[in-house]
């Protein structure tokens, strides 16, 4: 779905990709932001505010990575402003919502559990990382991994499959909770 949503159409004023996008990130982002601010309200408006944001300022905003860690670097930014301003909700972290499975909530409580992903993801053989932080930092697709690297698509998912079977053994969590850390 993020290679649908062209950050440059964006910028140009294209409010339809904006809104694409609105929609494909608005309740992931507030999953993130409810796990630090326990207000449920206080959490939509500061995603919406940061869209409006975006939106305002779109043509001077510069995305160095993949659109996603843009969005959660800003929500993160404007949560911690949040909590900053209020000090009464800084009390640790809230569980991610009730929607996520109990074990990604348990995660989320788990400051160091992304040292321990990227400390596993070195783990893996050069070739199986670089596949694997091309799918999901790049967020290309596997037809395009396996065109820039020169293999076959089924190499591609044979060496994702493997990197998340050893994710999977090193953290001790599921695929979904493995695939939930990369992409968000």
């Known amino acids: 779905m993020t290679k649908q949503i062209d950050w440059r159409k964006i910028r140009e004023g294209d409010k339809l990709v904006f ?61 911690i402003s949040y909590l900053r301003k209020d000090q009464s909700q800084w009390s640790g972290l809230e569980k991610i919502s009730d929607s996520m499975p109990d074990e990604m909530q348990n995660l989320a409580e788990d400051a160091g559990i992304l040292n321990k992903l990227y400390e596993a993801i070195n783990k893996l053989p050069e070739q199986r990382r670089r596949i694997l932080k091309m799918a999901a930092f790049e967020e290309k697709s596997y037809a395009e991994i396996a065109e820039e690297l020169q293999l076959s698509v089924n190499t591609v998912k044979t060496q994702m499959a493997r990197a998340y079977k050893f994710l999977r053994s090193e953290l001790e969590v599921s695929q979904k909770t493995i695939r939930f850390l990369l992409f968000m």
Do not use: G, H
Request: charged share 25%.
């Open 19 to 79: 809104d694409k996008m609105f929609d494909y990130y608005y309740l992931p982002l507030c999953s993130f932001v409810s796990s630090y601010v326990k207000d449920r309200q206080a959490t939509e408006d500061i995603v919406i505010d940061c869209f409006a944001k975006i939106w305002e300022e779109r043509s001077s905003f510069e995305i160095r990575s993949s659109l996603q860690n843009y969005l959660v670097t800003v929500v993160k930014n404007s949560a």
